[in-house]
């Protein structure tokens, strides 16, 4: 018996000190590893929209203009200047000395060549419109350029600075075909100018970059400072904390609050919470499609307004990066007027209005989400406390928005997170122009979006846009309920600055 | 015999064209699979543009009968989510799941069958209670519950086994143990009745009053025969935990079969769901089928039932 149990002891031991240390981890052989529940096979921004994506192409590549996110200026990045040629036209000379990953030098057909390609609906972008508003580019000199648009789109900077990435001219051109006879973009090696170079990718576990030493001199980014990033991809939220815990991880986001706020008794790593570009909002049924008229009348959508403590949800689940909005944007965009009519917390005056329209009793409707299922339950507890029976179906999103845009939903409590586009462009102009996810095609919100969305003037822009979003908040047909904020958990050791974008750069972390 | 290995081969092929057909249906249930791909950002110019894209415009019959058709060559289309063919995916994941499978039901048979043995032999002892304590609690915990409680002590408490991964064999043991330990209780459970049954018995008896020693009893002629149903449990449960490891392979960040299955329905990736859905199936039915035969080759009386 003894020696069975020495043997034991013995294993047990030799377990212990054979135990598999994380492999490249943290500050000792400075690589940043950083992960999230997406498994990540292509590494291409334009044939991959996930988040991890956005975050990476600020990565491998640079975009012809570099957006101050502390000053909200545009400075260059890949172009040294710019200038508008009429309300069609940017025309933008060109950095001298750059060199791609693959040690070509950068020039004007790279730019013609990246625009061309992408801006052609045949070439299969994954999110077009973010380059659907460029209808080419001309080479004016070996480096200058014109950019010709489809029509005046004012927001154009704030796309080329954070979503129009430059590859080398001919880089996809020997894609190979898929059996369809279509090419396969995403499946070409990924080379930028960015400060990192792309080493490896294995779908479902890593993708590998290493720090560009040759990343040119007078880069608004800064020399990249950590030697290898490594993104994994670990689903399990628990997992990834483990691995915090035990160095297997540097940085994690998106950390449940619950999670977070315990988290921060740990001396091994800071807590943060950021916030983010998207927002929170409930949208009406207000023309009585979905088969429950209650939301037609504008009395009931104020009852609903007043009802709900959006303070209370911020604070108490969201985070205190979380703030109210009272406009259908956010605040940070440009164009997001804040002055327009808003809706306090004031359950006794939601009762009275209630009773006004006709439902002194209240009513029980359906109520339709797919994020954060928790924020939803607060606004039905709320509601209940009005008397408004509001009956949960909790949807994938696709499977949501199918819904929405079939006009068959009450209410939807919906996010959008405008691709971190800091321009009201980006999400008013995208929900109230009429299309199929306007939930009242409203002709004079409508008509001012069209103007601040086709005028090159700012102080045009903005008072076009105040009219909408004017308009759009006194009819309530949104209720913006708040923005959202994450929950950033890194090392100790790492010296890392959130970023109200949603787009962490780590390009400027470094060890402590 | 024969005939009934072509009936239940005949069975098995309809019933894996039904799990094709139901899988198909159900994926176009949950939603438009061009919207998934588009993502959340995209607009309805987007999707349309992706809907043509990927053919998804065409008729359901026809999007079906064409995969199929294809299948049945061994062609599994192409990955919109990893832009790779399936089949190659499939089969660079497939050896993960098989090792982590094999792990986890050798760790059941190794700890299950010597409890079920014990405790028929020592039957309403403080053995044969604590075997079932393990049997009841193996049944009623959660998986995923297991898994993190596991990681909890080995992996930071302790820091005696890495966390996720599968760069070493030390990966293989918490997951192992936390997706066995499900299947303990079933094979002790019945080890323990077949014991009973077998020790019963006058052939037993009869080597006992020869005087051959009690291990060689128990061992070879009592246990051979009572182990019997256990090798079709385990085959089956083998199937299962294929299909089975997905919450497993989710938890310790495992790219097997399991972790793309779960990737490729959040994703709405068709070609690559219904090649998964189709081999796992397939798996299932070849080790069901298996079990059968045997069944049928150990009790005559099966054949003609």
Redesign the interface.
């Known amino acids: 018996m003894w020696r069975i149990g020495s043997t034991i002891l013995a294993g ?1 031991a030799a ?2 000190l ?6 490249m981890a943290g500050k000792a052989d400075d690589t940043l590893n950083w992960a999230t529940d997406r ?1 990540v ?2 590494v291409d921004p334009y ?1 991959n ?2 988040r991890e994506l956005v975050v990476m192409g600020h990565l491998g590549w640079d975009a012809l203009l570099f957006r101050d996110l502390d000053s909200g200026e545009y400075k260059p990045l890949l172009a040294t200047s710019w200038k508008w040629d009429g309300n069609k036209r940017i025309v933008l000379e060109l950095r001298k000395g750059v060199k791609f990953h693959d040690g070509s030098g950068f020039d004007a057909d790279d730019v013609v060549y990246t625009i061309n390609h992408v801006s052609n ?1 045949d070439n ?1 972008v ?4 973010n380059v ?1 508003w460029m209808k080419n580019a001309e080479k004016l000199g070996p480096y200058k350029v014109a950019i010709n648009l489809e029509k005046p789109f004012p927001a154009a900077l704030a796309y080329l600075s954070n979503v129009v990435f430059i590859v080398p001219a001919g880089h996809y051109d020997n894609a190979p075909t ?3 006879g ?1 090419k ?1 973009f ?2 070409v090696k990924p080379v930028g100018t960015g400060p990192y170079k792309f080493v490896e990718v ?4 890593y993708v590998l970059w290493k720090k560009n030493e040759n990343y040119f001199d007078g880069s608004p980014k800064g020399k990249p400072q950590i030697g290898n990033i490594k993104f ?5 939220m ?2 990834q904390i ?2 915090l ?2 160095g ?1 991880l540097d940085w994690i986001w998106d950390v449940p609050k619950d999670q977070a706020e315990r988290l921060k008794s740990k001396d091994s790593v800071t807590v943060e919470n950021a916030k983010t570009m998207r927002v929170s909002y409930l949208s009406f049924d207000v023309d009585g499609s979905s088969g429950q008229d209650f939301f037609t009348k504008k009395k009931v959508r104020m009852a609903v307004a007043h009802a709900i403590n959006r303070e209370a949800i911020t604070k108490n689940l969201v985070g205190p990066a979380s703030v109210v909005i009272p406009s259908a944007c956010h605040p940070d965009q440009f164009g997001c007027a804040q002055d327009v009519p808003k809706w306090d917390y004031d359950p006794e005056k939601a009762k009275k209005l209630l009773a006004e329209a006709g439902y002194p009793n209240g009513f029980e409707f359906d109520i339709y989400a797919y994020r954060q299922r928790e924020y939803t339950e607060a606004v039905i507890g709320d509601l209940a406390k009005v008397g408004i029976k509001a009956k949960l179906t909790y ?8 819904l929405v ?1 079939k006009g068959k939903t009450p209410i939807n409590h919906m996010t ?4 971190s586009i800091p321009d009201v462009s980006a999400i008013t102009s ?1 929900f109230f122009s009429g ?3 306007d939930p009242a095609k409203d002709p004079e919100v409508i008509k001012a979006i069209e103007e601040g969305d086709t005028s090159t003037d700012p102080a045009v822009r903005k008072a076009a846009y105040k009219r909408a979003l004017t308009k759009i908040s006194a009819e309530l047909y949104w209720l913006p309920m708040f923005t959202y904020a994450k929950y950033y958990v890194y090392s100790k050791d790492l010296d890392f600055k959130t970023t109200p974008d949603e787009i962490p750069r780590f390009y400027t972390a470094k060890w402590k | 015999m024969l005939s009934f290995a072509i009936k239940r081969l005949g069975v098995a092929i309809l019933v894996a064209l039904t799990v094709s057909v139901i899988t198909f249906s159900m994926i176009y249930l949950s939603g438009d699979p061009a919207m998934a791909l588009a993502g959340e950002a995209a607009t309805a110019d987007d999707i349309a543009n992706i809907r043509e894209f990927y053919g998804y415009d065409r008729p359901i019959l026809v999007q079906y009968l064409d995969w199929l058709f294809r299948a049945l060559q061994g062609d599994f289309g192409q990955s919109h989510y990893l832009k790779t063919d399936v089949a190659s995916v499939i089969f660079e994941r497939l050896p993960t799941t098989m090792l982590l499978g094999a792990c986890a039901i050798s760790f059941a048979l190794i700890l299950s069958i010597p409890l079920g043995v014990i405790s028929a032999i020592r039957p309403n002892s403080l053995i044969d209670r604590i075997s079932l304590t393990i049997a009841v609690v193996g049944q009623a915990m959660p998986s995923f519950w297991f898994a993190l409680t596991l990681m909890l002590w080995f992996g930071i408490n302790w820091r005696l086994l890495p966390i996720t991964g599968t760069s070493s064999w030390l990966n293989f043991i918490m997951p192992s143990i936390a997706l066995g330990y499900y299947v303990t209780p079933g094979v002790m459970r019945l080890t323990r009745a077949g014991m009973l049954e077998v020790l019963a018995s006058d052939y037993i008896r009869t080597a006992r009053a020869k005087g051959l020693r009690p291990l060689r009893v128990l061992f070879k002629h009592a246990l051979r025969n009572a182990i019997l149903p256990v090798v079709s449990l385990a085959a089956v449960q083998f199937g299962f935990m294929l299909g089975g490891s997905i919450v497993i392979e989710t938890i310790f960040a495992i790219n097997g079969l399991g972790f793309l299955a779960w990737e490729s329905i959040q994703r709405a990736d068709l070609p690559m769901m219904q090649a998964i859905v189709l081999v796992l199936s397939v798996f299932y039915i070849l080790l069901t089928f298996l079990a059968d035969m045997i069944n049928a080759f150990l009790d005559p009386r099966i054949r003609v039932t």
């Open positions: 047990l377990l212990a054979t135990a598999a240390q994380p492999a498994e096979a292509v044939y929209n996930t609906k299969g994954l999110t077009y419109k659907k898929k059996p369809d279509k396969d995403g499946s294995k779908a479902g576990e994994r991809t670990i689903k399990e628990n997992t483990a691995e815990l035990t297997g949807l994938q999103y696709r499977a949501l928005r199918d845009w959008w997170g405008s691709n995208n299309g199929r996810d």
